[in-house]
């Protein structure tokens, strides 16, 4: 029997009991129905502290898997930042030691580099002119717009002495 069950065959023993005490004012028998239903009623009663209590005990067991869980998460998380700052120190260390453009492979890893370009701001943010800065809170050069201005020709000589296109080698790991 389920929990919401015994409320329902409680309120039906006693709508019985109530019927039977009724027709037993009127009659003067029923001592022996009204037994077998208080027995009955004693057993559901029963039944329903049992399945309130097993409940009870899921829900603390839930509450102490779900602690664990917090914990568990809190935990992975520190492994998370430990692992990703151990795979960017990894990567800067074989960049640094590992000749620029050097192809190799195995079965188990290819390393290749791409080149990309980045654009490398020589003198402060706020000397800029104000194009080729993006406003922010804090003032840092747009070196994007940097960027596609001196790939075109800087018409104007404004970055002159102040950016340059860097060429840079960047590690490839599949």
Not at 95 to 114: C, H, M, N, Q, Y
Not at 123 to 148: H, N, S, V
Request: charged fraction near 35%.
């Amino acid at each position: 029997m389920k929990l919401y069950e015994t409320t329902i065959e409680l309120e039906k023993l006693w709508n019985e009991a109530s019927n039977i005490l009724e027709c037993t004012f009127i009659e003067g028998t029923g001592e022996a129905m009204l037994s077998d239903i208080e027995s009955k009623m004693k057993l559901v009663e029963s039944e329903q502290k049992s399945l309130a209590l097993h409940i009870a005990t899921m829900i603390k067991n839930q509450r102490a898997e779900s602690r664990a869980l917090e914990d568990e998460r809190d935990n992975l998380e520190g492994r998370l930042d430990k692992s990703l700052k151990k795979e960017e120190w990894l990567e800067r260390y074989l960049e640094t030691f590992t000749p620029a453009g050097t192809k190799l492979s195995d079965s188990r890893v290819t390393i290749g580099w791409r080149k990309s370009k980045q654009v490398e701001v020589l003198i402060d943010p706020e000397d800029l002119p104000a194009k080729f800065q993006k406003i922010t809170i804090t003032t840092k050069p747009d070196k994007q717009f940097i960027k596609e201005t001196l790939e075109v020709g800087d018409p104007d000589n404004e970055l002159h002495g102040k950016a340059k296109i860097v060429e840079k080698d960047n590690i490839q790991i599949k």
